[in-house]
T-cell receptor, first 112, second 118 residues
Framework: DGGITQSPKYLFRKEGQNVTLSCEQN?????MYWYRQDPGQGLRLIYY???????QKGDIAEGYSVSREKKESFPLTVTSAQKNPTAFYLC???????????FGSGTRLTVV | AQTVTQSQPEMSVQEAETVTLSCTYD???????LFWYKQPPSRQMILVIR??????QNATENRFSVNFQKAAKSFSLKISDSQLGDTAMYFC???????????????FGKGTHLIIQP
């Protein structure tokens, strides 16, 4: 079955370390997205990519970086510049011309 | 920029009752889409219902229906015959219509925690 795979499900890192969250999809979707979810804040867009080798900043891109070298993959790096990295991170994808988004199951990042 | 407001942080109803979740939005766009997503304790985001702004008819999906008032920029979700499995966070979301390119992401409200009591 097609879907989006995020790994790992839980991730612990020390303060000051960069960490990369994985997002892979086999839906042949063109666009991919990263959202951050904090309690009481809903989901906020970090980065998105509509095609390979191209991506745009979302509303809260500071302290994050992404790459899109393959259509299937859209990894997110949380850098040491991100002041409050502890959060739940969701990856999503959508097909151009379609009106639905598919979400992964998320990664809970805790920085200690 | 678009904003989405959900004014009910938490709601609680008895099983089998009908409940309505409120959502208002602000945009200068004329072509857009609105969504309701459900997030159960597993935290998986599940699409509940979708509405195209150019359609006057309200969308329905089984026990779920919306009341879309474009002029008032209101998009409420009605859940009929509520079930214990409906307990979840519900998020209202906005997406601009395509303009030949790809989608540039969803704007979410802060969510409503719906609790269905047995």
């Amino acid at each position: 079955d097609g879907g989006i795979t995020q790994s790992p499900k839980y991730l612990f890192r020390k303060e000051g370390q960069n960490v990369t969250l994985s997002c892979e999809q086999n839906l042949n979707h063109d666009a991919m997205y990263w959202y951050r979810q904090d309690p009481g804040q809903g989901l906020r867009l970090i980065y998105y990519s509509q095609i390979v080798n191209d991506f745009q900043k979302g509303d809260i891109a500071e302290g994050y970086s992404v790459s899109r070298e393959k259509k299937e993959s859209f990894p997110l790096t949380v850098t040491s510049a991100q002041k409050n990295p502890t959060a739940f991170y969701l990856c999503a994808s959508s097909k151009q011309g379609r009106r639905g988004y598919t979400f992964g199951s998320g990664t809970r990042l805790t920085v200690v | 920029a678009q904003t989405v407001t959900q004014s009910q942080p938490e709601m609680s109803v008895q099983e089998a009752e009908t409940v309505t979740l409120s959502c208002t939005y602000d945009t200068s766009e004329n072509n857009y889409y609105l969504f309701w997503y459900k997030q159960p304790p597993s935290r998986q985001m599940i699409l509940v219902i979708r509405q195209e702004a150019y359609k006057q008819q309200n969308a329905t999906e089984n026990r779920f229906s919306v009341n879309f008032q474009k002029a008032a920029k209101s998009f409420s979700l009605k859940i009929s015959d509520s079930q214990l499995g409906d307990t979840a966070m519900y998020f209202c979301a906005f997406m601009k219509g395509y303009s030949g390119g790809g989608a540039d992401g969803l704007t979410f409200g802060k969510g409503t925690h719906l609790i269905i009591q047995p």
